[in-house]
């Protein structure tokens, strides 16, 4: 087994062992959720709204899913279609029965899919938004690049990623080998957004966290 298979098996059996829940999704942190959800919605409404209005509000993808923590409370209110990406099968099960009493004609769920960010080819100009949380910082450089690759390749005309992702506090990665996963510099995300063809369009941090957890930071990237 290679590096890249161990870091991703670590990664799949320590998802394994957490609770289909808000609290095992957010490693404890609940109190956290209404406001992580608040800042998301804002800042995908404020980038539309002053610097992409030309976006659609039509399909969305959700990576790294989970239990669909983000898509109800995010993305489902304002996209017509979500669909949801994830490794974990029992997540995505889970999700589809909280979403179940919250869709609408309007709002639907689209297709969901087991799979790692690292092995997912997403279909060719099928989203409008992308939308990635607490995620990216478990691909490897190489496999971030080539998954951003891919994702431009899905986006529609107009569309945007958004990535939401720890990010450490210097300029060095701080790396968690519980979950396999690593928080990256801020100028590392730059740099492997840059050389995978995309710009940002807009960021910004995540306020009113709790200081004893990492930074955490939001982009809007568009295709350069």
Known sequence: ????????????????????????????????AK???STSRRFILKTIKTCSKETQFGRALDCGAGIGRVTKGVLLPLFDVVDLVDQNEEFLHT?????????????????????GLQDFNPESAKYDVIWCQWVLSHLTDDDLSSFLLRCKGALRRNGIIFAKENVSRNDKPEIDNDDCSVARAEQSYEELFRKSGFLILKQQY???????????????????
């Open 1 to 32: 087994m290679d590096k890249d298979q161990t870091w991703y098996g670590g990664g799949k059996n320590f998802w394994q062992k957490k609770s289909s829940t808000v609290h095992g999704m957010i490693g404890g942190y609940s109190r956290i």
């Open 35 to 37: 406001t992580d959800l």
């Open 206 to 224: 995540q306020g009113n966290f709790p200081r004893k957890l990492l930074p955490v930071k939001l982009y809007a990237l568009v295709p350069s």
């Open 95 to 115: 999700a589809k029965a909280r979403l179940s009493p919250v869709v609408t004609d309007k709002h639907r769920l689209g297709e969901t899919y087991a799979c």
